[in-house]
């Protein structure tokens, strides 16, 4: 039987039938210039498969403490919790050839049951080695 979690802050329920669109997680990794090149090279690895719910929004900005404009928001992705290290500078998240800047996740009821990220949509290339 689904167990479904309900999210307050939009007041739906996430079950387990819900997560329909299989993701994944990757670490990205940069390498620095080396003398014969004057910018950084970068690779995705240690991809993680997991099935979350995708969904769009309206351009909500997010700020850091100091006003500076960290990124628009155009996906909400929520998925199961899992058990890795998230860095919010190294993750991406690729799905049906889209990567996906993560520029905040939470854990909404601090229960260890579900994952919400707040993406920003970088296209089929990614983002740049300087980003």
């Not at 190294?90 to 909404?108: A, C, M, Q, W």
Request: proline share 4%; charged share 25%; with cysteine.
């Amino acid at each position: 039987m689904a167990r479904c979690k309900k999210i307050r802050r939009n007041k739906t329920r996430v079950c387990v039938g819900d997560r329909d669109s299989l993701v994944t997680l990757w670490d990205r990794d940069l390498k620095a210039p080396d003398n014969n090149s004057d910018s950084a090279t970068q690779k995705y690895s240690d991809p993680c498969p997991i099935w979350a719910t995708i969904g769009t929004i309206s351009g909500k900005e997010l700020f850091d403490g100091a006003n500076q404009l960290v990124g628009v928001v155009t996906h909400v992705i929520s998925s199961e919790f899992i058990l890795r290290d998230i860095s919010i500078a190294r993750t991406r998240i690729s799905f049906e050839g889209n990567y996906y800047k993560v520029l905040k996740f939470k854990d909404p009821e601090e229960r260890h049951e579900v994952l919400v990220f707040q993406c920003s949509l970088l296209g089929p290339q990614g983002d740049a080695a300087n980003q």
